[in-house]
């Protein structure tokens, strides 16, 4: 191939990845937006209508998160397998209906069950789905930075969802709400699934030629010794076990910020929704920084940016009790932060452990950090109910140590162990 044919070709190919990663963009500012981003939002509307605890309401998290890290390791095993538009289908057809199905319930029934539906959805054409369709058309350089963008249209997405839902929550309360956003869902991904979303055919992104292929050799990493050989792996366990327990405190940033700044602080809902939107913007800065950082720094170092700017946030909110526009400060940090939960479970599966079965040894990351997410909520909203917010945001940063502690402990070994793997090859 000369070099003018392989210009071109280069071009073409870049051209179909980055469409691939604006379609990935979508599938996260809509369908994930509305089923991951808004739910906070309807807390204190739910509970005022039907008289729910915030402890007892908060549970829907709880068995959403079981019934996805349930089913994460399943599903990934479905990836490679099974047609991706069909996976992705499925995935966004379950999440939408499930939040129609909220605007009819009346009990915590059943809400936990739309819960569980809704995330199992989600699970599969965002957290896996998004990751695997990233992977195959990024095998080489690039895929921190393709993630970080892809993750970033929830950010995009949640800037007008965060004042759309504040709006017309405050206007048309919690049932109508649900069923529209719902309806939106539905509406806005099946036709991007259908005519968009697929895996690169052959030869669409490799180019076969000699050049290339010592150039892939050179950028192609720890291939790893597979799903088996991580889960045998003492240091693959403590790194799942320490992002489990840094899930308790994002579940409860993510999940009980509106209660706390409507109820607690007593703030309008037109700040809240303010609030929101300066948050989802400091994601879309986050995503992409994440990215870029995971790419340029490597996970240790990138991770222990992520627990600086998760301290920074809880503090904030610790101290926005007596200075409310501390507020501000935890959009900012958290914002920054959610490449921590969004692109680096994907990212630090294939990077720590290898590419072989990234996708099961995802599902299995994925397993035991929606178990910490299910019950950081409902242990939030116990302390909350019992000693009050600030005990609670207490715990939150305890959560915060123990856990990063073994997180990054677990990275540094494990790559320290691939690169005895890789001297003895």
């Keep these: 191939m000369n070099s003018q044919a392989l210009s071109n070709h280069n071009y073409i190919s870049n051209k179909k990845k980055f469409f691939m990663v604006f379609v990935c963009m979508f599938m996260q500012a809509i369908p994930f937006g509305i ?26 998290f709880t068995f959403g998160a079981i019934a996805s890290a349930a089913f994460s390791p399943f599903l990934g095993k479905l990836f490679g397998k099974v047609n991706i538009k069909i996976l992705f289908l499925v995935g966004s057809t379950l999440s939408a209906i499930a939040f129609i199905g909220f605007g009819f319930s009346h009990n915590l029934a059943q809400f936990y069950a739309f819960s569980a539906i809704q995330q199992i959805g989600c699970v599969l054409f965002s957290g896996l789905g998004v990751p695997y369709v990233i992977n195959n058309w990024f095998p080489k350089e690039g895929r921190g930075k393709a993630l970080g963008i892809a993750f970033s249209g929830g950010s995009i997405g949640n800037v007008f969802l965060q004042q759309i839902t504040s709006q017309m929550l405050a206007s048309k309360g919690a049932t109508y709400s649900y069923i529209f956003f719902g309806i939106v869902a539905i509406i806005c991904s099946l036709p991007i699934v259908l005519f968009f979303i697929r895996l690169p055919k052959a030869g669409e992104v490799e180019v076969i030629d000699n050049e290339e292929v010592i150039e892939e050799n050179e950028a192609k990493g720890f291939e790893g010794l597979g799903a088996k050989a991580a889960r045998q792996n003492k240091y693959f366990w403590l790194f799942s076990i320490g992002y489990a327990i840094i899930a308790i405190s994002i579940s409860a940033l993510s999940t009980q910020y509106a209660t706390y700044f409507t109820g607690e602080l007593g703030l309008s809902a037109t700040l809240v929704g ?26 240790l170092k990138t991770m222990t940016i992520s627990m600086i700017l998760e301290s920074i946030a809880v503090v904030a909110l610790l101290f926005s009790v007596k200075i409310h526009g501390l507020a501000f400060f935890f959009s900012i940090a958290y914002g920054l932060n959610v490449y921590s939960y969004m692109s680096a479970p994907a990212f630090m599966a294939t990077d720590v452990f290898g590419k072989k079965e990234s996708s099961v040894i995802l599902g299995t990351i994925s397993l035991l950090f929606a178990l910490g997410f299910a019950f950081g909520s ?5 302390v909350v109910d019992n000693f009050g917010f600030n005990t609670a945001w207490i715990l939150m940063l305890v959560c915060i140590f123990v856990g990063y502690s073994l997180l990054l402990t677990s990275i540094k070994k494990v790559k320290e162990q691939n690169s005895a793997i890789e001297a003895n090859i």
């Design 274 to 299: 303010t609030l929101g939107s300066l948050f989802a913007f400091f994601c879309l800065i986050g995503n992409v920084m994440g990215g870029a950082l995971f790419d340029k720094i490597g996970t």
């Design 35 to 60: 089923a991951q981003n808004i739910q906070p939002l309807f807390i204190p509307y739910v509970i005022k209508q039907f008289q729910f605890s915030l402890a007892g309401f908060s549970l829907i």
């Design 378 to 382: 409902t242990l939030f909203g116990m």
